[in-house]
C-alpha cells in the first residue's frame, strides 16, 4: 500500500507540473546556483541551513500521506524522513543538465524536489517588469520524497 501510495504522489506531482522545459527563463542559471547551494547544504547535513531554504507550508510525503510541513521545528522534526535516501541521491547525482523548469519553477531530474523564485509579498508580478526575475529568493516548494527512484550513484 506504501509503494503505491508514494507512486501515485509521485505520478500526481508529475503530471501536475507537467509542462514543457523551460531552462530558457531569464532566471535560470539563478536556479542553477540556487541547487548547487542546496545540495552543497545537503552533503554538511546543515539541517538549520536547510530549514531556510524552504518556503512554508512545505509539501511533502508522511506515512505515505501528503502532507503540508508549517514550521522550521515541524521541518526539522521530519528532516530524515523528508530528505530520504532516495531524494538524497538524485539531488546528488543530477547535474546541471538535468535541472529544467517550467511556469511551475524548477525540478531536478525527476522531480524530487521543486523550487522557484518566490517573490517578496505585494510585489509586482508582470513577468515584463524589469526585476521580475530578480528580485525573489528562491526556496523548495515540494520535495516527492517516499519514492523508489532509480538513482545511482
Same mark, same amino acid.
Given at each position: 500500500?506504501?509503494?503505491?501510495?508514494?507512486?501515485?504522489?509521485?505520478?500526481?506531482?508529475?503530471?501536475?507540473?507537467?509542462?514543457?522545459?523551460?531552462?530558457?527563463?531569464?532566471?535560470?542559471?539563478?536556479?542553477?546556483?540556487?541547487?548547487?547551494?542546496?545540495?552543497?547544504?545537503?552533503?554538511?547535513?546543515?539541517?538549520?541551513?536547510?530549514?531556510?531554504?524552504?518556503?512554508?507550508?512545505?509539501?511533502?510525503?508522511?506515512?505515505?500521506?501528503?502532507?503540508?510541513?508549517?514550521?522550521?521545528?515541524?521541518?526539522?522534526?521530519?528532516?530524515?524522513?523528508?530528505?530520504?535516501?532516495?531524494?538524497?541521491?538524485?539531488?546528488?547525482? @543530477?547535474? =546541471?543538465?538535468?535541472?529544467? !523548469?517550467?511556469?511551475?519553477?524548477? %525540478? +531536478?531530474?525527476? /522531480? #524530487?524536489?521543486?523550487?522557484?523564485?518566490?517573490?517578496?509579498?505585494?510585489?509586482?508580478?508582470?513577468?515584463? @517588469?524589469? =526585476?521580475?526575475?530578480?528580485? !525573489?529568493?528562491?526556496?523548495?516548494? %515540494? +520535495?516527492?520524497? /517516499? #519514492?523508489?527512484?532509480?538513482?545511482?550513484?
Amino acid at each position: 500500500m506504501k509503494a503505491i501510495s508514494a507512486a501515485l504522489f509521485i505520478l500526481w506531482s508529475l503530471t501536475a507540473f507537467a509542462q514543457p522545459n523551460d531552462s530558457l527563463r531569464s532566471d535560470y542559471s539563478r536556479a542553477v546556483q540556487f541547487f548547487h547551494h542546496l545540495r552543497n547544504t545537503l552533503k554538511k547535513d546543515d539541517r538549520e541551513g536547510m530549514s531556510r531554504l524552504i518556503e512554508y507550508p512545505l509539501l511533502v510525503q508522511l506515512h505515505g500521506k501528503k502532507t503540508r510541513i508549517r514550521s522550521r521545528a515541524e521541518f526539522l522534526a521530519h528532516y530524515d524522513q523528508i530528505f530520504d535516501r532516495g531524494v538524497r541521491c538524485e539531488i546528488f547525482v @543530477a547535474s =546541471d543538465d538535468e535541472i529544467w !523548469g517550467n511556469s511551475h519553477g524548477f %525540478t +531536478v531530474k525527476d /522531480g #524530487a524536489l521543486w523550487f522557484d523564485d518566490i517573490s517578496p509579498p505585494g510585489t509586482n508580478d508582470d513577468p515584463n @517588469a524589469p =526585476d521580475f526575475w530578480t528580485k !525573489g529568493t528562491f526556496k523548495v516548494m %515540494t +520535495v516527492n520524497n /517516499g #519514492a523508489s527512484y532509480s538513482c545511482k550513484r
